[in-house]
């Protein structure tokens, strides 16, 4: 078992820290995304046909794909600590905050990267005009996930869950294209010092 | 326990397939969202923050927002027919291929629409250019699909599930934009045609 991924990629992280949340063991094999290895024909054919990290590869030789895909994986594997929820009601909520997350904060975020940033220049057909509606879409939901903070310690909830490392990724990933946490968002600030500081965040 | 749904737009359709696959009758309660009714600050306030449906309120108030959220819930309750796969392989494909289907089909699809269409215009900051990129994304994606789909009956393996009721509602609502399947892509079209003939795609 390995997984092909990326130490400079938002989802790669969103998988070592669930990871290391489960105190989890799993070997690494970096793919240098920098060179563009993921999009090449043999990357596609062969482990993953969206060109993407990170992949879970299993000892029979199955791919899974997808962030997510993959946490939820082990957390059937190794249920504790739950980060998906306990019980019906409260996974339904965990995933529905996840999905916040990812729709509403990590796509804008990742979408003004894609449409602004030098690296992906003659990469992709570049719309920087979208880039710069995700990045005021980006900012307006920071304002609205500041107030949601200002209720509770996590995401989710009481407990730190899936939802908060996704949440933290996309936060972090948005400093490259200087989408940052304003001076007066302070429950977002705290949260974010929070899960920063637990040992997972550096895996 | 109700559902605000709408009987127009393409992720309150998921859940309907979803709930008509497993024999599950919850009522609908729909939002006029040619109005906007659910971008107006009651909605937003009182029902879902994000302004979207679908949206499943239980006996207890609480609001399960997200397509995939709520269609999980169900499978816990109703495990059958499995929709989210059986066994923890399994389970992670079919997450695989539905978010697959997600990102990769209906958020160009979805997109294109957003960014082109005359629903849109005025309602969002809309980039047409963005928009035809989506646009040649879709298509792009329709010719892997139907290689893909040359290998097996559905779009995660031999088994109806998830993935195929996103990819479903996905194509279907990108005919709005005039995305359609080619003469040439027969698998998907074959594909399309069996899940569509389904009494639930009509739910």
């Not at 990170?54 to 791919?63: A, I, M, N, Q, R």
């Not at 899974?64 to 996974?91: D, N, Q, T, W």
């Not at 003004?112 to 570049?126: D, V, W």
């Not at 977002?188 to 010092?193: G, H, I």
């Amino acid at each position: 078992m390995k997984i092909y991924s990326s130490a400079v990629a938002p989802n790669p992280r969103r998988v070592r820290i669930f990871l290391a949340e489960k105190e989890i063991q799993v070997p690494y094999e970096d793919v240098d995304i920098s060179s563009a290895v993921n999009r090449k024909p043999e990357y596609r054919k062969n482990i993953n046909p969206m060109g993407e990290v990170p992949v879970l590869e299993l000892d029979d030789g199955t791919h899974i794909a997808e962030s997510v895909a993959i946490c939820r994986y082990f957390e059937e594997l190794h249920p504790e600590p739950p980060l998906f929820g306990v019980g019906a009601k409260e996974r339904a909520l965990v995933e529905m905050w996840n999905r916040r997350m990812e729709f509403h904060v990590m796509l804008p975020v990742a979408q003004t990267f894609r449409n602004t940033s030098e690296f992906f220049k003659g990469r992709i057909a570049q719309v920087p005009e979208y880039g710069e509606v995700c990045r005021a879409a980006a900012e307006k939901i920071y304002t609205w996930l500041d107030e949601e903070l200002a209720t509770r310690r996590f995401i989710a909830g009481d407990r730190f869950t899936i939802a908060d490392i996704t949440a933290l990724c996309a936060v972090d990933f948005g400093r490259v294209s200087k989408i940052r946490i304003q001076p007066e968002q302070k429950n977002l600030a705290r949260w974010r010092e929070e899960v920063s500081s637990r040992p997972s965040a550096r895996a």
